[in-house]
């Protein structure tokens, strides 16, 4: 089923150490190898090595990428539900780990609401165990997390608050989807965008069933927020993440009142991809190529840490100097504040930062605004 060449370069591009290769033989179903596919064990290169096509990242770095994202949606869910995040043998690993931020139980007055964030944060708790035990000692632990002032930040930039305004995101089911709303087109399109880099097939194989489960989380929020009558909140948040991910006018609100839009596709019915760069540029509430913000303070874990087209770096941790952050510089010795700064207000860093002035004919919320109004 599976030749030599395509073992070894799976085994090469899986994992970090011996231990992980020896984790993926059981995963791809390779136990029964024999002497030679022990041989082959032993003397495959790590993932951190140069990939045998040095076309791209590896699939761990690739998956550990993953791995941040579903920290950062685990946690907003959780906490969202109980006010309790991730348990402790959920978040250690390689690179800097960090705390959490922000977060407390949303008082639901909607069952079925409340039984659908239930059910996607028992998903996404479950992302997280998968990807960890998929890479293994390669997996990275949980960066810092920001879901409190992070969320106000990405409220002003959208238009749906002023600057120094409040935005609790927890306070009711209305705020509690459009912070979902957030996350989950954006999980959807980050999923799409890295596919065609993983080589392993039965890491991509795991990666189109996160997909579709992403994809069932943003129809569910999607579906929900139409219901509400909140298309024109939906539709400044779309416009917020267009004008961070890129000059190109991709994202989708969900319609307007007499039109639903509840799948956001071109026109062959497709949904758009995006690559870790424009994803990071959403996550830390910055176009601008930096490695850090937002709702990751002190940036991601891992090798894909830098938004824009930063080239992957393979410690993960922020530079002195590094353009962007509003910090000097950090070293090991003390956590990069980046966009919140020290003393600094995060919604004013953000809000600077961005300078949000996203009009784009029909699809500006200014117009669905008129258009409701009418």
Do not use: C, W
Request: avoid cysteine; proline fraction near 5%.
């Amino acid at each position: 089923m599976f030749d030599q060449s395509f073992i070894t370069k799976a085994i090469s591009r899986s994992a970090e150490n011996g231990l992980d290769r020896r984790r993926f033989f059981r995963t791809a179903g390779l136990t029964g190898l024999g002497v030679g596919g022990a041989a082959m064990l032993a003397t495959a290169a790590p993932a951190h090595a140069a990939p045998m096509d040095t076309g791209g990242p590896s699939d761990s770095a690739i998956l550990n990428f993953a791995l941040n994202l579903e920290y950062l949606e685990a946690e907003f869910y959780l906490r969202a539900i109980d006010g309790q995040g991730l348990p402790s043998n959920l978040v250690g690993g390689t690179g800097t780990p960090g705390g959490v931020t922000g977060g407390h139980a949303v008082p639901f007055k909607t069952k079925a609401i409340e039984l659908y964030a239930r059910e996607i944060a028992a998903d996404e708790k479950a992302h997280v165990a998968f990807l960890r035990t998929a890479l293994g000692n390669a997996a990275v632990s949980r960066p810092s997390i920001d879901i409190g002032a992070s969320f106000t930040a990405a409220a002003v930039a959208a238009g749906l608050i002023k600057e120094g305004e409040p935005f609790d995101v927890y306070e009711s089911e209305e705020n509690f989807l459009l912070g979902a709303f957030i996350f989950e087109d954006v999980g959807v399109t980050a999923y799409k965008g890295a596919a065609p880099l993983i080589d392993n097939k039965t890491f991509l194989d795991a990666a189109a069933g996160l997909l579709a489960v992403e994809a069932y989380h943003a129809g569910i929020i999607r579906t929900n927020l139409f219901a509400k009558g909140l298309q024109v909140p939906a539709m400044a948040i779309s416009d917020a993440r267009d004008s961070l991910d890129g000059p190109d006018d991709l994202d989708q609100g969900i319609g307007t009142t007499d039109e639903a839009n509840l799948v956001p596709t071109d026109a062959n019915a497709l949904t758009f991809s995006r690559t870790p760069g424009q994803v990071l540029n959403i996550v830390y509430l910055n176009p601008e190529p930096v490695r850090s913000g937002g709702f990751f303070p002190n940036g991601v874990n891992g090798e894909l840490n830098g938004s824009g087209t930063l080239a992957a770096q393979p410690s993960g941790a922020m530079p002195g100097g590094a353009p962007g952050t509003g910090v000097e510089g950090s070293g090991a010795s003390g956590p990069d504040m980046g966009l919140i700064g020290a003393g600094g207000g995060i919604a004013a860093a953000a809000a600077a930062a961005l300078a949000i002035q996203h009009k784009k004919g029909a699809k500006s919320a200014a117009s669905n605004t008129a258009a409701q109004s009418e």
